[in-house]
C-alpha cells in the first residue's frame, strides 16, 4: 500500500494544526478551487500559469505534479509521513477520509484528508540515512518508495523492539532528489532543539533581540515572574519600545492561559508590546486571539525563531556563535522553486 510524504510547511508552521485537527492539507498558497475540477494534471498546471504571471512553465509542472495526487491518488487506508520540524521525530498517520475541499477555511487550507495518527513522535535515528534522505526530500507532497523498511520501523518501535537495519541493494539505495538547503534547515533545527532546552532558549531570542538593537535584561533560570526577557530602544534601554518576552521551551503548543498572563505581566512592568515565544507553537485558543491582540502582542514559533536567528547571525556575539556554529555556502541555482 502507497505511503506518501505530506509536509506541514517549510518550518514546520502548519504542524500542530495538522495534529490538532486530525488532518492533512494541501498547503499551496492562493489554490482556492476544488482539486477534482480539473480533469488533468496538465489542466491544473496550466491554471498555476494563468493565475500568476511570475509562474514559469517549468515551476508550473512541479507544483501540479504535487498537488496533483492529493486529491486524484492519495486513498483511503494509505500511510502519510510528516516529518516534524518542531523536534527530531517523524509522525505517522493513516489517511481515513476522502479528499474534502474546505472554501470557507482561510487561506491555505481549503485542501484536506482526515486522518488518524496512530504514530506519532518516532525519532528520526530509528531511520536508515536513505530513508531520512527520502524524508528530507525536495518535493512537499511525493511518494515514498521504502515503504516497507519504514512500516517495519513503525511495528518495532511501537513494539518496543530493536529495530534491524536491512541490508539495501544498489537499485534500492539510489539517491533521491533532494533539497539540500531544506536537509540544512532540518540539521540547525535539530542542533538547536539540542543546545536551546529550558532556559536555553531564552539565550537565543535575547540574542537576536540584541542583535536587532535592543537593549535586554534576562531573569536568571527559575521562577521568572512571568517574563524571561525584558527589551527596550534607545540609550541604556530607556527609549521605547518597551517589550516583556515570555519564552516557552516545551514540547507542547501553549496554550490561552500563557497569553493571558503575558498581558497582565506587561500591565506590571509598564511595557507596551508583549512577545510571547513558543518553540512548539500555539493551540487554536491562541491562534484565535490574533487579531485582537495585533497591536499589541506578537507570536514567536520555531519558524519565526530560525528566520530571525539566520538573519541577525553574523550579528551577535561569539558566545552563540560557538553555541551553533553556522557557514555560509554557496550552491548553484537550478532556477526551480
Same mark, same amino acid.
Given at each position: 500500500m502507497p505511503m506518501w510524504l505530506c509536509r506541514a510547511g517549510r518550518y514546520g508552521e502548519?504542524?500542530?494544526?495538522?495534529?490538532?485537527?486530525?488532518?492533512?492539507?494541501c498547503t499551496w498558497e492562493n489554490l482556492p478551487?476544488?482539486?477534482?475540477?480539473?480533469?488533468?494534471?496538465?489542466?491544473?498546471?496550466?491554471?498555476?500559469?494563468?493565475?500568476?504571471?511570475?509562474?514559469?512553465?517549468?515551476?508550473?509542472?512541479?507544483w501540479a505534479s504535487q498537488v496533483w495526487p492529493f486529491a486524484h491518488e492519495m486513498k483511503k487506508g494509505e500511510i502519510i509521513a510528516l516529518p516534524s520540524k518542531i523536534k527530531p521525530v517523524i509522525h505517522f498517520g493513516r489517511i481515513v477520509g476522502d479528499y474534502e475541499f474546505l472554501p470557507e477555511n482561510s487561506n491555505p487550507y481549503y485542501h484536506a484528508h482526515q486522518v488518524d495518527w496512530?504514530?506519532?513522535?518516532?525519532?528520526?535515528?530509528?531511520?536508515?540515512?536513505?530513508?531520512?534522505?527520502?524524508?528530507?526530500?525536495?518535493?512537499?507532497?511525493?511518494?515514498?518508495?521504502?515503504e516497507d523498511r519504514v512500516k517495519a520501523v513503525i511495528n518495532a518501535y511501537k513494539q518496543g523492539k530493536k529495530v534491524v537495519q536491512v541490508t539495501i541493494s544498489d537499485e534500492d539505495n539510489r539517491e $533521491? =532528489?533532494?533539497?539540500?538547503?531544506? *536537509?540544512?534547515?532540518?540539521?540547525?533545527?535539530?542542533?538547536? /532543539?539540542?543546545?536551546?532546552?529550558? +532556559?536555553?532558549l531564552a539565550k537565543i531570542v535575547d540574542a537576536i533581540l540584541r542583535a536587532k538593537g535592543f537593549t535586554t535584561y534576562v531573569s536568571p533560570?527559575?521562577?521568572?515572574?512571568?517574563?524571561?526577557?525584558?527589551?527596550?530602544?534607545?540609550?541604556?534601554?530607556?527609549?521605547?519600545?518597551?517589550?516583556?518576552?515570555?519564552?516557552?521551551?516545551?514540547?507542547?503548543?501553549?496554550?490561552?492561559?500563557?497569553?493571558?498572563?503575558?498581558?497582565?505581566?506587561m500591565k506590571n512592568f509598564n511595557a507596551e508590546y508583549g512577545l510571547l515565544v513558543?518553540?512548539?507553537?500555539?493551540?487554536?485558543?491562541?491562534?484565535? $486571539? =490574533?487579531?485582537?491582540?495585533?497591536? *499589541?502582542?506578537?507570536?514567536?514559533?520555531?519558524?519565526?525563531? /530560525?528566520?530571525?536567528?539566520?538573519? +541577525?547571525?553574523?550579528?551577535?556575539?561569539?558566545e552563540i556563535k560557538e553555541l551553533i556554529p553556522l557557514k555560509k555556502i554557496w550552491v548553484v541555482n537550478s532556477g526551480e522553486e
Open positions: 502548519h504542524e500542530n494544526k495538522f495534529i490538532e485537527e486530525n488532518r492533512v492539507y478551487v476544488s482539486i477534482l475540477q480539473f480533469s488533468t494534471k496538465q489542466n491544473l498546471q496550466q491554471y498555476f500559469v494563468d493565475n500568476d504571471s511570475d509562474v514559469k512553465e517549468k515551476t508550473a509542472m512541479n496512530f504514530a506519532c513522535d518516532i525519532p528520526r535515528a530509528n531511520f536508515d540515512q536513505d530513508i531520512l534522505y527520502s524524508f528530507g526530500a525536495f518535493m512537499t507532497i511525493c511518494r515514498i518508495k521504502q $533521491e =532528489t533532494r533539497d539540500i538547503e531544506n *536537509e540544512a534547515l532540518g540539521v540547525i533545527t535539530d542542533l538547536m /532543539i539540542q543546545k536551546t532546552k529550558g +532556559h536555553g533560570a527559575g521562577p521568572d515572574k512571568g517574563v524571561d526577557i525584558l527589551a527596550s530602544a534607545g540609550t541604556l534601554g530607556f527609549g521605547s519600545p518597551k517589550i516583556c518576552v515570555q519564552v516557552k521551551s516545551t514540547d507542547a503548543p501553549v496554550d490561552r492561559i500563557v497569553l493571558d498572563q503575558l498581558g497582565g505581566v513558543s518553540w512548539s507553537g500555539f493551540k487554536s485558543s491562541v491562534i484565535n $486571539e =490574533t487579531a485582537k491582540q495585533f497591536f *499589541e502582542i506578537r507570536l514567536w514559533t520555531h519558524k519565526e525563531i /530560525i528566520e530571525e536567528f539566520l538573519r +541577525h547571525y553574523d550579528q551577535m556575539d561569539d
